[in-house]
């Protein structure tokens, strides 16, 4: 297989290591006994990191290997290409 990466890759994974010390800390608060309401606001926290990251990782994608894969078409052509594009930011 060959490498694949794209210039996002390195922020991507700065924010999961991130998201994965946030999660370490919950954990750790789930055995400390912390109220669940802090617990769950903390994890809602981890959860929107993880979210914010695929997106950013399927947008990418979208953005460089959807362009590749399609090569350079006429204006008309590339409308349902660039609404595809667009309608994923609200996934």
Request: with cysteine.
């Amino acid at each position: 297989m060959t490498e694949h990466k794209h210039d996002t890759h390195p922020e991507i994974v700065k924010r999961l290591r991130r998201a994965e010390g946030h999660l370490k800390s919950v954990v750790a608060m789930i055995e400390a006994g912390k109220p669940c309401l802090e617990l769950a606001q903390q994890l809602h926290a981890v959860e929107k990191a993880i979210a914010n990251a695929k997106r950013t990782l399927i947008q990418d994608h979208l953005d460089h290997c959807l362009e590749d894969a399609v090569g350079s078409l006429a204006r008309d052509q590339r409308r349902p290409i660039d609404e595809f594009k667009a309608i994923t930011k609200y996934l």
